[in-house]
Nanobody, 121 residues
Framework: VQLVESGGGSVQAGGSLRLSCEAS????????MGWFRQVPGREREGLAT???????AYADSVKGRFTISRDTAKNTVYLQMNSLKPEDTAMYYC?????????????????WGQGTQVTVS
């Protein structure tokens, strides 16, 4: 299984970015997918998750600003990020296959992408 993120970059505060994560290999349509972020020296933070029915959950820090969605036919999950703030600066990671437990805990996901950097100034 491979997860490849794209769409990161540099943006001014108040701007928007849309991250994409394409899954390939032995994937399953019913996997729960998630987005996390991490800054150096801090734990990886769960941001949002979506199941195969499109049900979503968000961390309080991004609720109302970020939107997670998925295109099952394309094996792709997206994270639309609006009203970006400097504190959103981080490496953003896609995760797949929630294996039980709390979705916001990174150790509960089975597969990870390499990450895409988001910088907000």
């Amino acid at each position: 299984v491979q997860l490849v993120e794209s769409g990161g970059g540099s943006v001014q505060a108040g701007g928007s970015l849309r991250l994409s994560c394409e899954a390939s290999g032995r994937t399953y349509f019913n996997w729960v997918m998630g987005w996390f972020r991490q800054v150096p020296g801090r734990e990886r933070e769960g941001l949002a998750t979506v199941d195969y029915r499109g049900r979503t959950a968000y961390a309080d820090s991004v609720k109302g600003r970020f939107t997670i969605s998925r295109d099952t036919a394309k094996n792709t999950v997206y994270l639309q990020m609006n009203s970006l703030k400097p504190e959103d600066t981080a490496m953003y990671y896609c995760a797949a296959d929630l294996r039980g437990g709390i979705w916001s805990r990174p150790e509960n996901f089975g597969y990870w992408g390499q990450g895409t950097q988001v910088t907000v100034s």
